[in-house]
């Protein structure tokens, strides 16, 4: 049910391929506390000790290889890519962007101008400094190439200043911009001369990781091994990292993941299907299994609609589905109760969150849905029929299944067509949908949602124009008033609770699940001191440790 982002459709759409593969079209994962952990022996129970190594299942495999401006990263390979590379930024868990690769990342007073300057002494695993011209070298592939294009095009320039400072000018002031800086895991700087050949650095990637690149076998596994070399040590000078090895292995069914590592095939798994939570609290409780479960910053779990095609380019068709969606009963069957529902798209951790942007929210109301699809039959000769896309994933389907039959209780006529998940997003890049089980957003700073939802953006895959929503993002990109800022994001949230571009449905809940003798999931303190924070589907890769 986790999607990574194939190349195809509009040429102007593969720019999605930013984040993209935060674009997971699974709306089945999502729920609980802002963040939970669960006996996962990460504080105080052993001794960090070096050696040993692991297997961690994941969920899907991506598309595209390893190579920074150019990988199509679900969140699986987001937590592989952490292994080989570094950010400049990377998110503590006061919701702060600190320092990493960068000693200091600091803003002109008219927000036009960002100076990174870099830790010295840093390599590339292939011996390489990382200096500034490495990160110069890596803004100039971000921005000619597909991935990073539409996002870093406020971008007017960069510039190397000494040997470990670079300047990056802008269009316009950008506020936001050290979260780009992080890109939700995405942006690890890659060696220059890796750089220059995009296949090689795909399937043969060179950053200053704490693992280094061995083996990668599509839809099987990949194998890192410990860089001797690693900048960081832990508060008590140990070197990082502290295992030999990790091996990600490719289980997609989450049921076979969750056996897999009851079993001792595996040792660690990261999951949001929500069936497999629920089972895994129960092991964790009885102490057969150790686990972290993450909802900070988290994505949203929706339906999204291609608002510019019928039935959807209707505002009365978005309101008879939006009334039809019985989320409480879709939780219960579903989702095993483990959700948080949700009426915005925007975490409660997240700046600018309203809890309802519009009173009363819309609630499900099935006599009102039913007033509303013949009002839109009256006026559409009669029909008022469509398809809902999802992934071909077992638990996908069955979520596919009740939206289709609340709808349809309501007087829809509902098709459902299945993909894998690299087709199916293929399909979102091509315009290819009128209703589609999606999860995305996953949070920090608002403006990171620019990209999602700006009318000039290529993946804004509503295909929705809305000048109001336009004008909130270019003010809160731009204003240093926090307040402005603030305003503008509740407006947005206030835009999509009227116009129903997207039917919200809950915040995703990602766990991981451990034997009892893996530690420090949650990763060691940061540089600054400061605790890491899990983003959404990310945790620190560096930390783990084994037991006897």
Not at 10 to 38: D, E, F, H, M, Y
Not at 50 to 56: D, L, N, R
Request: proline share 7%.
């Amino acid at each position: 049910m986790h999607h990574s982002l194939r190349a195809i459709g509009r040429p102007g759409r593969i720019v999605a391929l930013l984040a993209v593969a935060a674009v997971l079209a699974a709306s089945c994962g999502g729920g609980g506390s802002s963040n939970k952990t669960s006996s996962n022996g990460q504080s105080g129970s052993s001794t960090p000790v070096a050696g040993g190594s692991i297997i961690e299942a994941l969920g899907a495999e991506h598309q595209g290889g390893f190579c920074t401006p150019i990988a199509q990263l679900a969140p699986e390979g987001i937590e592989e890519n952490l292994t080989f590379y570094d950010t400049l930024m990377v998110p503590n868990d006061k919701g702060q962007m600190v320092p990493y690769l960068a000693e200091s990342v600091t803003p002109s007073p008219d927000y036009k101008t960002w100076t990174i300057k870099l830790r010295p002494g840093i390599k590339f695993h292939d011996g390489e400094d990382l200096n500034a011209d490495a990160v110069k070298a890596n803004f100039e592939e971000f921005r000619k190439g597909a991935l990073f294009s539409f996002v870093f095009t406020n971008i007017a320039d960069e510039r190397v200043i000494d040997p470990l400072t670079v300047a990056i000018d802008m269009k316009v002031p950008w506020i936001a911009f050290p979260w780009y800086l992080y890109s939700t895991g995405r942006l690890g700087i890659v060696a220059p001369n890796s750089l220059k050949d995009k296949t090689t650095c795909s399937n043969h990637p060179v950053g200053t990781g704490p693992f280094m690149f061995k083996e990668w076998v599509v839809n099987d596994h990949l194998t890192v091994v410990k860089n001797p070399n690693y900048w960081r040590k832990d508060a008590q000078g140990r070197p990082l990292p502290y295992l030999d090895s990790i091996t990600f292995r490719i289980i997609i069914d989450p049921q076979q993941r969750l056996n897999a590592l009851r079993t001792g095939a595996v040792d660690l798994i990261q999951t949001d299907n929500s069936e497999s939570i629920f089972f895994a609290r129960q092991d964790v409780s009885a102490g057969r299994l150790a686990g972290v479960e993450n909802q900070k910053a988290a994505e949203i779990s929706y339906t999204m609609l291609r608002d510019d095609k019928a039935p959807f380019n209707d505002l009365t068709a978005r309101q008879a589905a939006a009334y039809a969606s019985d989320r409480d009963e879709i939780n219960n069957i579903i989702n095993h109760n483990v959700n948080t529902l949700s009426d915005t798209p925007f975490a409660p951790d997240v700046f600018g969150y309203i809890k309802e942007p519009v009173q009363p929210p819309i609630k499900f109301d099935l006599n009102k849905a039913k007033q509303l699809v013949s009002q839109y039959k009256a006026a559409h000769g009669g029909s008022f029929d469509f398809t809902l896309s999802s992934t071909n994933d077992p638990s996908t389907v069955k979520l596919a299944q009740l939206i289709q039959s609340q709808w349809q209780r309501a007087g829809m006529s509902v098709h459902l067509r299945t993909a894998d998940q690299a087709t199916l997003i293929n399909q979102a890049l091509g315009g290819d949908f009128q209703a589609v089980t999606w999860r995305n957003h996953q949070g920090a700073d608002p403006d990171t949602q620019y990209v999602w939802w700006h009318s000039k953006s290529p993946v804004n895959f509503g295909n929705f124009s809305d000048p109001q929503i336009d004008r909130d993002f270019d003010t809160a990109r731009s204003s240093p008033d926090v307040n402005v800022r603030r305003a503008a994001y509740e407006d947005v949230q206030r835009v999509f609770g009227r116009q129903l571009y997207n039917l919200w449905g809950w915040y995703a809940l990602w766990a991981y699940y451990s034997k009892p003798n893996l530690h420090g999931i949650q990763g060691p303190p940061l540089p600054d001191g400061s605790t890491p924070m899990f983003m959404g589907s990310i945790h620190p890769m560096l930390g783990m440790y084994l037991s006897k």
